[in-house]
C-alpha cells in the first residue's frame, strides 16, 4: 500500500464532511462496515465525529488517494472543556432530532441515541495524565503503507504546538490489530473501571 498525501480536513466543505461521515461508518464495526448495523446511516457519525469537525477543526486531518478523503484522525486538546462545549454546542440540537425513543430498543440505533443523551465522560485519572484524545479511522484502501502513524504523527504535532501532554483513545477489546498498532506507536493501556483504554505521552 503506497502512502498517500495528507492534508486539514475541509471541515467546511459540505461534501467532505459527508465522505468523513461515511468513512465513519464504513469503519464502524471494529474497524470493519458498520453499514448494515444501523438505520440511521449519519448516526454513528453524529456521535463520533461531527463534534469535532464543527468545535475543533485545526485537529482534523485526512488522507486523501487523489478521489477524496480515504481516511481521518480527529482529536480534542482539553477532554474536559470539549465535553463542556459538547454539552452546550453540539448535544442539545441531536437530542432534539433523535428523542430517545427513536429507533426499537436494543438495537443499535436506540444504544448511539442513550449516548447523545447520556455522553459518557472521561475518567479524571486518564485526563489528568492524558487531558487530549484522538479518534482515527482508515478505509482498507488507506491501510498500510505507513498512513496511520502519519495521521496519528500529524495530530500529536499539532498538539505539542498546543503544549498538550498527553493523549488517550478507547478502543474495543476484540480490536486486536488496533490494540497491537497503538501498542506499537507506544500507547500503553490505562486501567479504567469500564472499556479499552490507551495513553500516550507526548
Same mark, same amino acid.
Given at each position: 500500500?503506497?502512502?498517500?498525501?495528507?492534508?486539514?480536513?475541509?471541515?467546511?466543505?459540505?461534501?467532505?464532511?459527508?465522505?468523513?461521515?461515511?468513512?465513519?461508518?464504513?469503519?464502524?464495526?471494529?474497524?470493519?462496515?458498520?453499514?448494515? *448495523?444501523?438505520?440511521? #446511516?449519519? %448516526?454513528?457519525?453524529?456521535?463520533? &465525529?461531527?463534534?469535532?469537525? !464543527?468545535?475543533? $477543526? @485545526?485537529?482534523?486531518?485526512?488522507?486523501?488517494?487523489?478521489?477524496?478523503?480515504?481516511?481521518?484522525?480527529?482529536?480534542?486538546?482539553?477532554?474536559?472543556?470539549?465535553?463542556?462545549?459538547?454539552? *452546550?454546542?453540539?448535544? #442539545?440540537? %441531536?437530542?432534539?432530532?433523535?428523542? &430517545?425513543?427513536?429507533?426499537? !430498543?436494543?438495537? $443499535? @440505533?436506540?444504544?448511539?441515541?442513550?449516548?447523545?443523551?447520556?455522553?459518557?465522560?472521561?475518567?479524571?485519572?486518564?485526563?489528568?495524565?492524558?487531558?487530549?484524545?484522538?479518534?482515527?479511522?482508515?478505509?482498507?484502501?488507506?491501510?498500510?503503507?505507513?498512513?496511520?502513524?502519519? &495521521?496519528?504523527?500529524?495530530?500529536?504535532?499539532?498538539?505539542?504546538?498546543?503544549?498538550?501532554?498527553?493523549?488517550?483513545?478507547?478502543?474495543?477489546?476484540?480490536?486486536?490489530?488496533?490494540?497491537?498498532?497503538?501498542?506499537?506507536?507506544?500507547?500503553?493501556?490505562?486501567?479504567?473501571?469500564?472499556?479499552?483504554?490507551?495513553?500516550?505521552? &507526548?
Amino acid at each position: 500500500m503506497a502512502s498517500l498525501p495528507l492534508r486539514p480536513a475541509r471541515v467546511t466543505d459540505l461534501a467532505e464532511v459527508d465522505r468523513l461521515y461515511d468513512i465513519c461508518l464504513r469503519t464502524g464495526a471494529d474497524g470493519g462496515d458498520a453499514t448494515a *448495523r444501523y438505520r440511521d #446511516p449519519r %448516526l454513528l457519525g453524529e456521535v463520533y &465525529l461531527g463534534a469535532y469537525l !464543527a468545535l475543533e $477543526p @485545526d485537529l482534523a486531518f485526512v488522507v486523501d488517494d487523489g478521489t477524496g478523503a480515504v481516511g481521518y484522525v480527529i482529536g480534542a486538546a482539553d477532554t474536559r472543556e470539549f465535553e463542556a462545549r459538547c454539552e *452546550r454546542e453540539w448535544w #442539545p440540537t %441531536l437530542r432534539e432530532r433523535y428523542p &430517545l425513543d427513536s429507533f426499537p !430498543a436494543e438495537s $443499535p @440505533d436506540a444504544g448511539l441515541v442513550a449516548q447523545i443523551h447520556s455522553p459518557g465522560t472521561a475518567e479524571q485519572d486518564v485526563v489528568d495524565l492524558y487531558p487530549a484524545h484522538l479518534h482515527v479511522d482508515l478505509l482498507p484502501q488507506a491501510q498500510g503503507g505507513g498512513n496511520g502513524r502519519r &495521521l496519528l504523527e500529524t495530530l500529536f504535532d499539532a498538539l505539542r504546538e498546543r503544549g498538550v501532554q498527553g493523549v488517550h483513545l478507547g478502543v474495543s477489546e476484540t480490536n486486536a490489530s488496533a490494540i497491537g498498532f497503538y501498542e506499537h506507536l507506544g500507547f500503553e493501556r490505562l486501567v479504567v473501571p469500564q472499556g479499552y483504554v490507551l495513553g500516550l505521552k &507526548l
